[in-house]
């Protein structure tokens, strides 16, 4: 398999596999900028909070029912924006099995994004799996 790089040149399987600026910024369909996940982190917010994979994201506090604070590796700029996603290992579609993954407020944390976990029904409560990413 093999894609045009930025030069006009095709880049095959034999080449370094090393992605250059000039491949993200202006190598693509139209104007605006490629832009990559800053830190993501998958992890189990029930019982004894635990990272199943992250980068970017050094751990996880649990806050109480629902709420985290995902703690960034590194200083990030105050105008990141994220991505949240929040579900049950199982259960039936219901207002207390379906929930969702919110910021309840920005503060422009540069060292940690606070991450809360509700039902449709709007109280708060723990998942298996919840996710987020942060760009900027």
Request: glycine share 12%.
């Amino acid at each position: 398999r093999s894609i045009p790089d930025t030069a006009g040149d095709i880049v095959t399987t034999g080449d370094s596999a090393t992605i250059t600026a000039g491949m993200l910024d202006g190598g693509q369909t139209g104007s605006a900028p490629a832009l990559a996940v800053r830190a993501f982190v998958s992890f189990n917010g029930t019982g004894t909070v635990a990272i199943r994979t992250s980068k970017g994201i050094s751990s996880i506090a649990d806050s109480g029912t629902g709420t985290y604070q995902a703690n960034f590796s590194t200083t990030f700029p105050a105008d990141y924006a994220t991505n949240i996603t929040v579900s049950k290992a199982s259960g039936a579609f219901s207002s207390s099995n379906s929930s969702f993954g919110m910021l309840r407020e920005y503060l422009g944390n540069t060292g940690y994004v606070n991450v809360y976990s509700i039902t449709s029904a709007g109280a708060a409560v723990d998942r298996n799996y919840i996710s987020v990413s942060v760009f900027f």
